[in-house]
């Protein structure tokens, strides 16, 4: 990814609030303000107030398509003719597709081989021109490297990216805007885009809110650079959650550091139990990933842990979830 | 259903406005006000504006809780106190024990022995105790006179009811208080109570929305009883929406008469591939009888065919669609 600029962590600004907010009034009207669910039996079983941002329910799928529209949509009309190339296990990939769509640009997407094939579709609908690459995150930056040296295409990395960040900041915003005065956020964590902007747009409505990052055990990268305090990789990983495979980078690593309270990590059976439960109690369609996000809450004893701070209204913890899609294969699903 | 008492069409007054509007404040604080979702996909598909009413994510699983909690909240202290006596293929059975366990008063709930299992086990979650019976209309009304007899319970049916009816109305009224100037809203039909329901909250709120019923070819008691004039049974069904095996009663029978457009029929096939159109699309888990209320509306030609009006805005038309439901054995579902 030769075009981002290098980011040493310690002089890194991230994306301001008014970065946030122009984001947000540059793509609120293209796709949707998703619901804030709540469930009183997931609620019994968290010992908790849960508020859940349904970006399960966004367009393209995931909330993806917030960082992808704000960056291709800041482009100016000579650099969006250019196309957009990415690299994407699925999400972003779509999203940069459909984003580029809308601005009538072509869309060159990267993508590992093993990639889920609903995930393949959904880039070919939109009208997206594929690359597969090997599953791992050299061979992806090498294709994508090659791929924009071939076209010129402008760079949209999945999430080392300022723009990338801002947009997907406006998803906990909005949560904190519904839901009003959340204890905590709870957020998947992968490249750390979401999370970052999961960091800046929930302490920009309210400043005490904490925020945790939930991540698979298979993938635990965030977990162990917070831990060490030094970006870790990961080269390779076998996750369910086939939307946390990638690694922290320098940006996200940095607002992460800052602002992130925990990382918990969560190991595969949980994932795919927590999947099921939100299916049958909430009637909704929740990808891997997004389990990923609600599956510490449900183990005893775990929310008493996180040492919130009592509220002044006396009652249960409000916690926010923020699922992030809902991308998965109907006729495969992990429990049958 | 002997306490029911019999209805002469020409003479039944449906509830009026004001009872709609009572019975919406009655519930508003128990329930969920559920969203309206669009998906610009299935919009292209249906050469319309869709609005989609997700009583699937209602409480409960579906939009039932509206009507039993309507009913099971105007009764009495003294009335309430001895129990609740209904008949269900599940979902109703489910909202009624749901609403009794929130008013902390017994609940006898009578239900075919085909019913899902997970529509079972709903009723057993919420302390509901359950009488089975043959798949028949006969032995559910027998069953569900003897368990009243025994216990002295109120009887709260599904659908021939005034309490019931302003209650499910409250789904139409949300959606046309959200949604605007919708041109026609769609609903599943079976005994009749969530269409009589639409048809009254819907034009409530704006006179001129056309309201058309769905049903499966296979249960097709409504078409029959609208199209002869003259009120049609239905002694037994198989089609795959389990939530619209029940015949019009009077009352609904009176409503619908009255104000329904036409009954659109789908086949089997129609069903299934609708639910899996909207589980993919909209990431969102309905039931078979839901997906039974977009089905007509994908199929080519009908939109065109339904003679609406042309909007003043020059748009394609703008359509209500109601989701009953979302109550489905995730272990076994009809496309795998």
Redesign the interface.
Known sequence: MTSAPSVESVNYQPPSWAAIVAAHARISARI?RT?V??S?SLDALAGARLFFKCE??Q?T?SFKIRGASNAIFSLSNEEAARGIVTQSSGNHGAAVACAAAWRSVPAYIVMPRNAPK?KIQAIEAYGGKITFCEPKVSSRKESCDCVQAETGAVLVHPYDDDRIIAGQATAAKELLEDAGDLDAVFAPVSGGGLLSGTCLGAKGIRADTRVFGCEPERADDAYRSLTTGTLQSLESSDTIADGLRASLAPRTFAILRRHVDRILLVSEEEIISAA?LV??R?????EPSSAVAIAPLLKPGVVASLNLPKRADGGAPKLGVIFSG??VD??S?P??
């Open positions: 949707h619901p669910l709540t009183a399960n329910l367009k799928g609903v099921r299916w049958e909430m009637k909704i369609i929740i809902g991308n109907l006729s699903l429990w049958n």
